[in-house]
C-alpha cells in the first residue's frame, strides 16, 4: 500500500489531519488500532476555543456544531463560596468558546471521511514507523489479522500519548519535559439538565470540582480525586454528595441537580513536552507530542491547531516543493504548546488542593482568585489564554 501521507491514529488530530490534507488535494491514509463505534464513544474535551470553531466552520465541519452546540461568553469561578463571572467576549474584543463535545467532532470528522472518498482504516494497529530519515518512510500494521506495510512519502503521527509515534524518533534526538500531579479528575457523564448556564471552575476546602455540559438534558462533570483512584471507590451517591459540598455557596443559593450517571472515567493529571515535535519525514501532533492536565481545557484544541500548521506545511510542499512550512512546524507548534502548558499549569495550580501543600498555599490560591474576580487586566489574561490566543 502506498500514499502521499500516512497518518497514525484517528483522534480529532489524525482526522482532522486528513480532512483538510483532502482540501488541499493531498491523499493520506489514517490507521486506527480501535473499532469505529470506540472512537465515537470516547467521552473527553468538551471546550472548543474561537479560533479552532472558526476553523472547523472554514473548512465545512460547523453546521451541526452551529446548531447543536453552545456559544459560551464565560465562566463562573466560585471559591470561598461564592461565584465570580469572568466575561470572555468583554474582556478579549470578541471571543467567546462553544461547547461542542470531541465526540461529536470525532463523529462528524470519520463521517466526512468516509463521505469524501477517505482511506480510514479502523482496527489497523501500527507497530513500526522506519526510515524517518529516508524519502520513504513505512509504517508496519496489522490488519484483519495480516501484517502490512504503508510507504509514505510523510508519516504523522497522530497516535495519542500512549502511542508509537514519539518512540519512534531516535532518543538522541529527543527531548522531554515532564510534571506529574498528585491528583487525577473523576469525570462522570449524568442524565440531568446543566445546572448552571455557563462551566462553572469551583475552589474548595475540599479540591476543586468542575461542572460542564454536553446538551440541554446531559450534564458533565469533574471532581479532583488523588492520583490512582479506582472509580469502583466513588458510588453514585458519594459523587452526588461530594459534588453538591464543593460547589455550595454560602448562602445557600443553588442546588446541584443529579440524575442517572451513563459514564464515569479517571483522567490523570500530567503536563508533557516533546521537542522536536519532528525527525526527517516524522512529524507528531497532538497528544503524541504534548499534553497538558485538562484544567485549561487544552488538549483536543492544541491537537486541531498543530495539524492546521501542518496541513499547511505539506500543501506548500505538495504544490510547489516549498518546505519553509514543515521546517518551521516544530519550532512554530511549540511556541503555542508552551503557552498552553504554562496556562494549563497556572489554571491547575490554582484550583487544586495540593495533597502536600500548606495553608499557606491556600491562602495565595485564594488571594489569586480575588485578585481575577477585582482586577481586570488580570481576568483578562485568564480569558485570553482560555479562548485561544490567535497568534503565538
Ligand atoms: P487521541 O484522541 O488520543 O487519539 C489518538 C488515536 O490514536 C486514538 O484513537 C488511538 O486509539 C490511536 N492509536 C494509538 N496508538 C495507535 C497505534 N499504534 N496504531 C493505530 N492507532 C493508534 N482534554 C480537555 O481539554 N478536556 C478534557 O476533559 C479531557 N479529558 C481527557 C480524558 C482522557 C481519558 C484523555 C486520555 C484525554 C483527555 N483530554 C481532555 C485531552 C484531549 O482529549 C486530547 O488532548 C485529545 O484527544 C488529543 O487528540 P489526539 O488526536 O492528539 O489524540
Ligand atoms: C470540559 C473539560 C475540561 O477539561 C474543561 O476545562 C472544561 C470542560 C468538558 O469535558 O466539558
Known amino acids: 500500500m502506498r500514499t502521499p501521507v500516512g497518518i497514525v491514529g484517528a483522534g480529532p488530530a489524525g482526522l482532522f489531519l486528513s480532512h483538510l490534507l483532502h482540501l488541499h488535494g493531498i491523499e493520506s491514509v489514517v490507521l486506527e488500532r480501535r473499532d469505529r463505534a470506540y472512537c465515537e464513544r470516547r467521552q473527553r474535551a468538551g471546550v472548543v476555543e474561537h479560533g479552532v470553531a472558526e476553523a472547523l466552520r472554514a473548512t465545512g465541519l460547523g453546521e451541526r456544531m452551529d446548531r447543536e452546540g453552545f456559544v459560551h461568553e464565560g465562566i463562573e469561578l466560585r471559591f470561598d463560596g461564592r461565584g465570580h463571572r469572568v466575561d470572555f467576549p468583554a474582556l478579549t474584543g470578541g471571543r467567546n468558546v462553544l461547547i461542542w463535545a470531541q465526540t461529536e467532532i470525532v ?75 498528585p491528583f487525577a479528575w473523576l469525570g462522570i457523564l449524568a442524565d440531568v439538565a446543566p445546572s448552571c448556564d455557563e462551566l462553572i471552575y469551583a475552589h474548595s476546602d475540599r479540591g476543586f470540582a468542575l461542572h460542564s455540559m454536553r446538551s440541554e438534558t446531559v450534564s458533565r462533570l469533574y471532581l479532583q480525586v488523588p492520583a490512582g483512584t479506582d472509580p469502583a471507590e466513588w458510588s453514585d451517591d ?155
Open 107 to 181: 463523529k462528524d470528522l470519520i463521517a466526512r471521511r468516509l463521505a469524501d472518498g477517505g482511506q480510514v482504516l479502523f482496527e489497523a494497529e501500527a507497530t513500526a514507523i522506519e526510515g524517518a530519515e529516508t524519502e520513504r518512510p513505512r509504517i508496519r500494521f496489522t490488519h484483519g489479522g495480516a501484517e502490512e506495510v504503508l510507504e509514505c512519502d510523510y508519516v504523522v503521527a497522530c497516535d495519542g500519548f500512549h502511542g508509537i509515534g514519539r518512540a519512534s524518533l531516535p532518543a538522541a534526538v529527543v527531548r522531554t519535559f515532564e510534571k506529574v500531579y
Open 238 to 392: 458519594r459523587i452526588w454528595s461530594e459534588l453538591a459540598a464543593r460547589f455550595a455557596l454560602r448562602d445557600g443559593g443553588w442546588t446541584l441537580g443529579q440524575g442517572p450517571i451513563t459514564d464515569k472515567g479517571i483522567t490523570p493529571m500530567r503536563s508533557f513536552v516533546t521537542e522536536p515535535m519532528r525527525h526527517g519525514r516524522l512529524f507528531l501532533a497532538g497528544d503524541a507530542a504534548h499534553i497538558v492536565p485538562p484544567t485549561g481545557a487544552k488538549g483536543l484544541n492544541l491537537a486541531m491547531r498543530d495539524v492546521l500548521l501542518l496541513a499547511e506545511g505539506l500543501r506548500a510542499w505538495f504544490a510547489k516543493g516549498d518546505a519553509a512550512g514543515l521546517d518551521a512546524y516544530s519550532a512554530t507548534a511549540l511556541r503555542r504548546v508552551w503557552r498552553a502548558e504554562h496556562f494549563s499549569y497556572w489554571m491547575t495550580t490554582l484550583l487544586h488542593l495540593d495533597p502536600e501543600g500548606s495553608e499557606f498555599d491556600r491562602r495565595l490560591q485564594i488571594s489569586h482568585l480575588e485578585h481575577i474576580a477585582a482586577c481586570e487586566p488580570a481576568a483578562a489574561a485568564l480569558a485570553e489564554n482560555y479562548t485561544g490566543l490567535p497568534a503565538v
